[in-house]
Each structure stands twice: as structure tokens, then as C-alpha cells.
């Protein structure tokens, strides 16, 4: 017995030295408590503009309030005019395609197509006044508008199909006078109604972020931090950080949530461990469209219909279109549980005049990325399929003119003509048009980033086997996939060994008998 | 007959602290697997887990046992009587035959079990516990980023688990039964439970050949 005390004392601290090198200590102070301390506190405007002279005089047309901005703010203006939010566009490297200009000056969609020949409409959201393809205008920093961003009185509003200019409601020496740091209703004003309403496009982008719950959103809530876009959205030299691959397709620029959070932010080892391969999005952002609906399906062939020679709309019971003359039929979902792809941060894009394969749905914005790229990650994105005009002899989608200014300029809402508007889309952008035209399958890809909902909800395990990753390919997921061949075998070896083990107890019981019977 | 102490007290403990976590382990393993569906998937994640750890332990220990006690001699396989057992099963025991290997104290396994016992030990085991371990720790967190080793899926891994599982699941039926095929029914039970077991008098007709050599167990047949 005492020979046997100093190995088992040995094996016991064996055990128990390797129990403590596996155990790690929790960090001191909870890394969320320090981002929520950091983000709590509010920023206050330094000076008041209410008492700048300069704000004070009458301002005849909008530019002389960028005039005014400019005397103080010299440069500023400069530094927008080197934005995307001015630009619409940015040098961007496409695989296969080389390095090519990129953005929502040339890139077509599938929701409202594309802006070209539609200026006057989609300019609206344009961080300027007046805007027209001409180079002089994009050269003019009084054209910069500078109160889309920065009003922080809520009342300044562009106007409808007014090429950025202001609305002829808005007071521009009120709103100049309240200017200051941009607000989630500043960005939301364009950005939650991309595609022409709310929650269009996006679809974790919508007029319910304005003031959201926790639920809605984690970082905006009202309730809560309160988060404005550019806390994480954050600016140098008025260049955000942040863009969207409906009009961008390189790996740069990107806000991340590691950013702020570490890419080892649970205290959980195996949660820790997923962050390898999953994003943050993909368990975060259980679902997207959590107020109002977004659209999912966009068919423009079915655009068109008059009813006694004028457009009409029809709406479903919760009072959404369904169908729009101008526009054609739509599928919006409400609780939309995202698609989950593999994606590396890199995409491709459909370009003008590129042919393509009628046959098949033509992605126009690939999302690249696989399992064994170690770039990739499963990110959750909002797939919007459509059907949408093209050139059936030349094999490339059309440029429509949708917009009309008044009827008989080819634009589709005012002469509802698809030959027409095409013919005049096509002359914009420079491109033949055959003659020819009929409507093709798209598809797009919306990676979802914000209404991330509190962690209590975030996706588990066992919803995370609700079919979420059904479709996701290139890797082993426990509890959803198997070699076929080791469940046959196995499941053979154990039906064999009951069986066997039944024949063999049953033959025993019954010689037993045999033998009492016989005895 | 004469009452043999067989199965030592840490031995008992050994084999029925084993056969809960082997059947914990494949339950817990099969619902992970998604075949079956009982305490849910991430509880049976960290069960498993608990119950793997805990097997480690065991396993350390038993280790330790038969390393110290030379009982792992007990496990050496060998042809001897090795057909003579495998007619038993197949024929004898229908025809109430003897069993042909006798129950010693130094010698408790039959060549059959000796065989399937060794196997079972030195790779169905260790294939379990390494590819347990790889499944666990071939992507390992640390602070700031994750080390991974470079193992690119999991799926080689996973399926090496799994048929490990399958074969520990085969046995685990074929053993259940087994334990009815006795000097009687329940005496191979008792003898796990107890530790004693009637065992026939070596000098009852039968002859004993002994082995001079210390690692030979003694070997009995007819």
C-alpha cells in the first residue's frame, strides 16, 4: 500500500496541473461595461450657430448657405466633394474585370434599375443641389449641400423630383442656424428608403430605426444607448467608413463589430472559438425587418396595367403595395430570416453592357467567399430577386427611363411604353439598344448589419439547426451532416449485433427448455 | 467450488463509472450527431463535454491501476483456446458444454475477451479520446484570437468519432448479453457487483498446466 501513495500522489498532480494550464482566468472588467460607459456620454455641439451673423442674413438660394458654411468651414466642402456620398461612385478592383469606376452613377439594380436618365427623381438624395451629369456641377463646391447631413432641427426636407434642391418649405436660416453633428435622422432620411419607400431595399435600414426599441436595434434604441449612425459610421475629413456591396466590391473600408467589441468578445470559449468562421451578424441579427416589411421580390414585367387609361395601386390587408402601374408587382416580408452565405468581403458586379445567359438568374452583385478561404466567414444577407427588363438580342439588361417629367418624354411612369423608355435609357447610357426587349430573373445580395437584437436573442445552437444553415456548403456541421456510408454501416453493425444477440438468447432459452421438457 | 475475490474494489469502480459514461457519452454523442433528440443540442454539447472530461480522468487512473498491479497483463491476447471459445458460443453452449476456458483469479478473461478487451483498450479508445481531444481543441481561443492547428474541416475528425461510436455501441449490446452466458445466468453480474465469484476447484478432474513464466497466466484447458 505505501509503495502505491508516492505514483498515485504523482498522477494526482499530473491530473491537476494539466486542469489549471487548461483553465483560463475571466477578464477583469467586462469589455461591454467599458464600450457602454464610453458610449453613454452624449456630444454637445462646441458653439451655438444660432448667434453667427453670417447665418443670420437671408439666404436667397440654398448655395449661399454652403457659402456661409464654407467662410467658416474652408476646405470642408472640398473634403465632401472627394466623398462617395458626392461622387456616387469610387475606383474599385473587380475580380476578372480590373480596376473600374463603381457606384450608384453606373451600377444598375434590381429595385429602380438605375439612376441614369432618372436624375432628376433619384438625385433627391444626392448631398447636393441641382445635380445633373454635367462636370460643371460636380465641380462646384457651392453645390455641396451640407444641411442634409448636418440639420439638426428636423425640419429640412428635399424636394420631390427636384434634382437635391431644397423643399420651398424648408427656412434655410432656421435650419442653418441648427446644424451640428449628422443624427440617425439625417442618414435615415435617404438610407431607410432606398428602392423608393421604406425598407425597400436594405431591410435592416428602415423609418423605424428613427426610434427603435431595444428589440429593434441593441446600439440605436431609444431606450438604450441611443447609438446615432456615426458613432460607428465614424468620419475622417467627411470620408465615412462603411459602404454598401450593392455599389462597392473590394474588402476596405468596412465598419466592423470587432471594431468595438474584440473578436473575442463572449466569455464562452466555444462561442469565441465560432468567431473563426462565423461573423459576428450571423447569430446577432436573428432577423431583419422587424417593424415593417421589405421587399423581396420586384416584378417590373407585370408593370404597366391601367385601369381607365390610369395608373392604379393595389395593397395587401396590412396596407403594403402590392402591385404599382409605375412599378409592377412586389413580395415584401416582414421578420425576414436572413440567407446565410460564405463571404471573404470581396464582390463582383453586373456592369453596363456585360452579356449574360438569359436562361439562368443573373446575379448582379456575387458575393465571394467558400469555407476554405480563411477570409470567409457566414455572414446574413437579404437576397432580392427580380424580374426585370433586358435587351433579348443583344443580352444585356436595359437602362430604363422610369422617371417622367411630363407625359410624352419616354419616361415609363408618365407613357408607361417599356420600348420607349428603353430606347431613351439606352441612349443615356451610351449603350445600342435592339428593339428587342423582355424580362430576365436577378438576383441581389443585402449583407444585413444593423438591428441587431439584445444577446438573449441571438441565434443558438439548437435554432441554429432550424435550417438557418441548410443550404451552406464546403463544410462538416455537426448535427446536420454525416457520411452516408458510416450510417449505413454503423446502423448495420448495431441492427446485426441485436439481431445476433436475440437469435442467439432466443436459441439458448429454447434448448433450456428442450432439456427441462426431456429431463 | 471456492469464492474468488475477481474484481477488485478500484476495478468495480473502474468498470461501472465506464459503463455510465459510455452510455452517457453515446447518448449525449448521438443527439450531437442529431440523431436522436433529448436534452438539446447545447446542453448536450456541454454535457458531453463534462461527461469526456471526467472519462479522461477515469481513464488516467485506470491506466495508473493496471500499470501499478500488472493486471493490464491480463489483457494480452492470444491464440490459445482462442477457436475452442469461439465453437463454444457458436455450438457448446447450445449442447450445455462446460465453458472451455476456466476462471482464474490470475486469468479472469477468456481468449475472446482478451482480444476484443486489448482491442478495445489500444485503438477503439485512444482513436475516441484523440479524436475527442481534436475535436475540441483543433480550433483553441485564446484572449485575442483563435490558434488553430492546421486541420482545415472537421469533418475527418467527426466521422472518425463517430465510427468509434458505432463499434463502442456494437459492443456495449453484444457485452450486455454476453454477461448471461455465465457459470449461470447472473453470475458473471454478481461477480461485477461483488467482486466474489464461485469459481470450480481446480483439482475437480480438471488438469492445470501452469506456465513457469510470470507473464503466461495460467491457462486451463481440457
Given at each position: 500500500m505505501k509503495r502505491i501513495f508516492l505514483p498515485l500522489f504523482m498522477l494526482l498532480v499530473f491530473v491537476g496541473m494539466i486542469l489549471t494550464a487548461l483553465h483560463k482566468n475571466s477578464s477583469d472588467t467586462p469589455p461591454l461595461l467599458k464600450l457602454k460607459a464610453e458610449y453613454s456620454v452624449r456630444h454637445k455641439s462646441s458653439?451655438?450657430?444660432?448667434?453667427f451673423p453670417e447665418l443670420k442674413k437671408k439666404f436667397k438660394r440654398p448655395q449661399d448657405v454652403t457659402a456661409a458654411c464654407i467662410s467658416c468651414h474652408n476646405g470642408r466642402a472640398d473634403e465632401v466633394m472627394k466623398s462617395s456620398h458626392w461622387n456616387w461612385e469610387r475606383t474599385e478592383y473587380i475580380v476578372g474585370k480590373g480596376i473600374r469606376s463603381l457606384g450608384k452613377r453606373n451600377v444598375l439594380n434590381n429595385?429602380?434599375?438605375?439612376i441614369t436618365s432618372n436624375e432628376q427623381s433619384c438625385?433627391?438624395?444626392?448631398?447636393?443641389?441641382?445635380?445633373?451629369?454635367?462636370p460643371s456641377y460636380f465641380k462646384?463646391?457651392?453645390?455641396?449641400?451640407?444641411?442634409?447631413?448636418?440639420?439638426?432641427?428636423?425640419?429640412y426636407m428635399k424636394m420631390n423630383e427636384g434634382a437635391g434642391m431644397p423643399d420651398t418649405s424648408v427656412n434655410l436660416n432656421y435650419v442653418a442656424q441648427h446644424v451640428g453633428r449628422p443624427t440617425r435622422t439625417n442618414c435615415g432620411t435617404c438610407h431607410f428608403f432606398?428602392?423608393?419607400?421604406?425598407?425597400?431595399?436594405?431591410?435592416?435600414?428602415?423609418?423605424?430605426?428613427f426610434d427603435p426599441t431595444r428589440d429593434v436595434d441593441v446600439h440605436m434604441a431609444s431606450d438604450g444607448?441611443?447609438?446615432?449612425?456615426?458613432?460607428?459610421?465614424t468620419a475622417s475629413k467627411h470620408q465615412m467608413l462603411g459602404k454598401m456591396y450593392s455599389v462597392s466590391s473590394m474588402n476596405r473600408n468596412r465598419v466592423t463589430?470587432?471594431?468595438?467589441?474584440?473578436?473575442?468578445?463572449?466569455?464562452d470559449d466555444i462561442l469565441n472559438e465560432h468567431t473563426l468562421k462565423v461573423?459576428?451578424?450571423?447569430?446577432?441579427?436573428?432577423?431583419?425587418?422587424?417593424?415593417n416589411p421589405t421587399k423581396v421580390y420586384w416584378d417590373w414585367?407585370?408593370?404597366?396595367k391601367l385601369e381607365n387609361g390610369k395608373p392604379f395601386e393595389l395593397k395587401d390587408s396590412a396596407g403594403?403595395?402590392?402591385?404599382?402601374?409605375i412599378k409592377g408587382s412586389f413580395k415584401w416580408i416582414r421578420m425576414l430570416k436572413p440567407d446565410y452565405i460564405w463571404f471573404n468581403g470581396t464582390a463582383s458586379h453586373y456592369l453596363l453592357g456585360d452579356k449574360f445567359d438569359p436562361s439562368k438568374p443573373l446575379v448582379l452583385n456575387q458575393l465571394y467567399g467558400s469555407?476554405?478561404?480563411?477570409?470567409s466567414k457566414i455572414y446574413p444577407v437579404k437576397i432580392h430577386r427580380a424580374n426585370q427588363i433586358y435587351?433579348?438580342?443583344?443580352d444585356y439588361l436595359i437602362q430604363p427611363k422610369?422617371?417622367?417629367?411630363?407625359?410624352?418624354?419616354?419616361?415609363f411612369w408618365g407613357d408607361f411604353d417599356w420600348e420607349r423608355a428603353a430606347r431613351e435609357g439606352m441612349k443615356a447610357v451610351d449603350l445600342p439598344f435592339s428593339g428587342h426587349y423582355g424580362f430576365t430573373r436577378t438576383t441581389m445580395y443585402w449583407p444585413a448589419n444593423h438591428m441587431v437584437s439584445p444577446k438573449e436573442q441571438a441565434v443558438e445552437c439548437h435554432t441554429r439547426n432550424?435550417?438557418?444553415?441548410?443550404?451552406?456548403?464546403?463544410f462538416y456541421l455537426p448535427g446536420r451532416d454525416y457520411n452516408p456510408l458510416v450510417e449505413q454501416l454503423g446502423g448495420g453493425l448495431l441492427a446485426l449485433s441485436l439481431l445476433g444477440v436475440l437469435i442467439h438468447g432466443g436459441g439458448r432459452i429454447l434448448v433450456s427448455r428442450k432439456k427441462k421438457v426431456t429431463k | 467450488m471456492k469464492r474468488e475475490l475477481i474484481y477488485k474494489r478500484f476495478e468495480r469502480f473502474w468498470h461501472w463509472t465506464q459503463a455510465i459514461l459510455v452510455i452517457f457519452l453515446a447518448v449525449t454523442g448521438f443527439e450531437i450527431h442529431g440523431s436522436i433528440s433529448f436534452f438539446g443540442y447545447d446542453q448536450a454539447v456541454m454535457y458531453h463535454d463534462i461527461a469526456a472530461w471526467s472519462f479522461l480522468v477515469l481513464i488516467a487512473f485506470a491506466i495508473f491501476w493496471h500499470v501499478t498491479t500488472g493486471?493490464?497483463?491480463?489483457?494480452?491476447?492470444?491464440?490459445?483456446?482462442l477457436k475452442a471459445q469461439a465453437e463454444y458460443y457458436i455450438f457448446g453452449i447450445f449442447r450445455n458444454s462446460p465453458h472451455p476456458t476456466k476462471k482464474t483469479v490470475?486469468?479472469?478473461?477468456n481468449p475472446l475477451q482478451k482480444i476484443v478487451y486489448a482491442g478495445l483498450k489500444v485503438l477503439i479508445i485512444p482513436a475516441m479520446v484523440l479524436s475527442g481531444l481534436l475535436y475540441m481543441f483543433y480550433r483553441y481561443p485564446q484572449r485575442y484570437e483563435v490558434l488553430s492547428l492546421n486541420?482545415?474541416?472537421l469533418q475527418t475528425i467527426a466521422i472518425v468519432h463517430t465510427i468509434g461510436a458505432f463499434l463502442l455501441l456494437a459492443f456495449l449490446i453484444v457485452h450486455l448479453y454476453l454477461i448471461?452466458?455465465?457459470?449461470?445466468?447472473t453470475s458473471n453480474l454478481k461477480a461485477m457487483i461483488t467482486g466474489y465469484e464461485d469459481l470450480p476447484d481446480e483439482s475437480t478432474g480438471e488438469k492445470v498446466k501452469s506456465s513457469?513464466?510470470?507473464?503466461e497466466v495460467a491457462e486451463v484447458s481440457k
Open positions: 458653439v451655438d450657430h444660432s448667434l429595385f429602380c434599375i438605375g438625385s433627391r438624395c444626392h448631398a447636393g443641389y441641382g445635380y445633373s451629369n454635367g462646384d463646391s457651392l453645390n455641396v449641400d451640407c444641411l442634409a447631413c448636418h440639420d439638426n432641427s428636423g425640419t432606398g428602392g423608393g419607400g421604406n425598407n425597400v431595399k436594405h431591410g435592416d435600414l428602415e423609418e423605424a430605426l444607448e441611443d447609438m446615432q449612425c456615426v458613432d460607428c459610421h463589430c470587432e471594431g468595438c467589441h474584440s473578436s473575442m468578445p463572449h466569455s461573423a459576428c451578424q450571423t447569430c446577432h441579427i436573428p432577423v431583419i425587418a422587424k417593424v414585367s407585370t408593370a404597366g403594403t403595395d402590392i402591385y404599382m402601374s469555407y476554405d478561404d480563411p477570409d435587351d433579348t438580342q443583344f422610369v422617371y417622367s417629367a411630363k407625359p410624352g418624354d419616354g419616361g432550424d435550417g438557418r444553415l441548410a443550404t451552406l456548403e464546403g | 493486471e493490464w497483463r491480463q489483457y494480452l491476447p492470444t491464440w490459445k483456446n490470475l486469468s479472469k478473461l486541420i482545415n474541416s448471461t452466458t455465465g457459470q449461470t445466468v513457469t513464466k510470470k507473464e
